[in-house]
Structures are given as structure tokens and as C-alpha cells.
Nanobody
Framework: QVQLVESGGGLVQAGGSLRLSCTASGTTFSIYNLAWYRQAPGKQRELVAA???????DYVDSVKGRFTISRDNAKNTVYLQMNSLNPEDTAVYYCNAENLLIHLNFWGKGTLVTVSS
């Protein structure tokens, strides 16, 4: 059974930093494109950052220059380093692993990030 487990969320003051981690079991991350999504209260889930199997990254405009996504396939883990956090970053952050060629898509249960002003 495949499981993705996020960690690293919490309460931080504006301007602070957090590092989220997402570790998989039951599969190997190396065959997936990986991403972090977030969902703020009353809003739709949005893609925050993505990293392809080959290591190419992409970010939503609102986090460019502040967030960095990275992956460690040997540890089956994807990270999201978040710097210069602001209250608008408050959300539940979800990890996603996807391989369209073999029709696999997995989600974690999320980790809450709260940024106080």
C-alpha cells in the first residue's frame, strides 16, 4: 500500500521559515513527478511547486524566490523549503506524486502551516 506522509508544518511568525517533508512508503519516488499543493480556508487547492523526474522545477508566481522544492530519491522524500513566509501562505500543504504514463496518482493527508502576522 502506497502512503505519502507530510511533516514539518506548524506555526511561524511572518518572515520566518519552515521546511516541509513528504516521505513515501510502498513505492519509489524516482518514477514520479512530485508536487506540493496547498489549500487555504475557503479556497480551492492550488499547485505551489513541482519537480519533474528529471529535476526541472516550477512554482506559482506568489512563491517564486521564496520557496524551493527538491527531491531525494534515495530517501523517497520531497521537500519544500519555505522562506519569508507571510500570512497569505497559511494553508494545509499536500504532497502529490504522479506518473501519467502508468496512471498513478497519490496524495498525502496534508500538514498545516499557519503564519501569524
Amino acid at each position: 500500500q502506497v502512503q505519502l506522509v507530510e511533516s514539518g508544518g506548524g506555526l511561524v511568525q511572518a518572515g520566518g521559515s519552515l521546511r516541509l517533508s513528504c516521505t513515501a512508503s510502498g513505492t519509489t519516488f524516482s518514477i514520479y513527478n512530485l508536487a506540493w499543493y496547498r489549500q487555504a480556508p475557503g479556497k480551492q487547492r492550488e499547485l505551489v511547486a513541482a519537480i519533474t523526474i528529471g529535476g526541472r522545477t516550477d512554482y506559482v508566481d506568489s512563491v517564486k524566490g521564496r520557496f524551493t522544492i527538491s527531491r531525494d530519491n534515495a530517501k523517497n522524500t520531497v521537500y519544500l523549503q519555505m522562506n519569508s513566509l507571510n500570512p497569505e501562505d497559511t494553508a494545509v500543504y499536500y504532497c502529490n506524486a504522479e506518473n501519467l504514463l502508468i496512471h498513478l496518482n497519490f496524495w498525502g493527508k496534508g500538514t498545516l502551516v499557519t503564519v501569524s502576522s
